[in-house]
């Protein structure tokens, strides 16, 4: 089956720590995209990558990291300098930058 | 100044009548546009497209365009009770000088409760 799959679904984690958060696609899109959403809001842009190996920051980028070193995997870092990070994150992909894009299933974080 | 602006709802309709859900846009120049539907807890799928200004139908769904007005809209034929969700509208903006920013600009989203 083709798709998007994000993993773990549910993250916890202490303060102070870091956690990576995997999103995998088998659908030879070339764009992938992570985005936060907080209970009852809108969905922010966090990062995105239009390429391997380049990627670009979005609207809320501070304390998160990246890595695009395959087409089908876009691995998102919170560090510990993300101020709140307890948040539902959703990775996208698209076959052309700035078109539709399909979305993972999600993974929801819970700092202790 | 919001670049997509969406009436956060909740919009309340009853089973089997017409949903409108209505979506603004700043920039003139967008070309490409999008509606999501969010269930609670889940992730958005992506339910329509629509490049080109006039409706596009597909089933119980038409999505309306008009770029002169900058506004895209979502009809919901025949609302069901599974229809009760947060309908999320998206636009491919396009810098100055056409081309895309490489991504999609998202409205807050509307609640949409259909009663039966």
């Known amino acids: 089956d083709g798709g998007i799959t994000q993993s773990p679904k549910y993250l916890f984690r202490k303060e102070g720590q870091n956690v990576t958060l995997s999103c995998e696609q088998n659908l030879n899109h070339d764009a992938m995209y992570w985005y936060r959403q907080d209970p009852g809001q809108g969905l922010r842009l966090i990062y995105y990558s239009q390429i391997v190996n380049d990627f670009q920051k979005g609207d809320i980028a501070e304390g998160y990291s990246v890595s695009r070193e395959k087409k089908e995997s876009f691995p998102l870092t919170v560090t510990s300098a993300q101020k709140n990070p307890t948040a539902f994150y959703l990775c996208?992909?698209?076959?052309?930058?700035?078109?539709?894009?399909?979305f993972g299933p999600g993974t929801r974080l819970t700092v202790l | 100044q919001k670049e997509v602006e969406q009436n956060s709802g909740p919009l309340s309709v009853p089973e089997g009548a017409i949903a409108s859900l209505n979506c603004t846009y700043s920039d003139r120049v967008s070309q490409s546009f999008f509606w999501y539907r969010q269930y609670s807890g889940k992730s958005p799928e992506l339910i329509m497209s629509?490049?080109?200004?006039g409706d596009k139908e597909d089933g119980r769904f038409t999505a309306q365009l008009n770029k002169a007005s900058q506004y895209v809209s979502l009809l919901i034929r025949d609302s069901q009770p599974s229809d009760s969700a947060t309908y999320l509208c998206a636009v491919n903006m396009l810098k100055a000088g056409g081309t895309s920013y490489g991504k999609l600009t998202f409205g807050q989203g509307t609640i949409l409760t259909v009663h039966p």
């Open positions: 629509i490049y080109s200004n």
């Open positions: 996208a992909s698209s076959p052309t930058r700035g078109y539709e894009q399909f």
